[in-house]
C-alpha cells in the first residue's frame, strides 16, 4: 500500500540522515573528510546535507 511505501521512505531518509550525521561527527565536521569515508562524491554530500536539512556548525574540523 502506498503507507508501507511512505513509511519505507521516511526510514530509509532518516536513516541516510543519522549516518551522514554519525560521519560528519566523527570527522568532525571535515565534509570532505566525511563524504571520503562515505565513498561519495563532497557535492553528493552537500546535495544531501541541504536535502537532509543537516544542521552544520560555523566552524569545522579543517581549522582546529
Known amino acids: 500500500s502506498d ?8 526510514v530509509k531518509r532518516t536513516t ?5 550525521l554519525n560521519a560528519l561527527k566523527r570527522n568532525r565536521f571535515n565534509r570532505t573528510a ?9 557535492t553528493t554530500l552537500y546535495r544531501k546535507i541541504k536535502l537532509l536539512k543537516i544542521a552544520l556548525p560555523s566552524k569545522d574540523g579543517r581549522f582546529t
Open 3 to 10: 503507507d508501507k511505501l511512505t513509511d519505507m521512505a521516511t
Open 34 to 42: 566525511t563524504a571520503r569515508e562515505l565513498n561519495i562524491h563532497k
Open 16 to 20: 541516510e540522515k543519522q549516518a551522514i
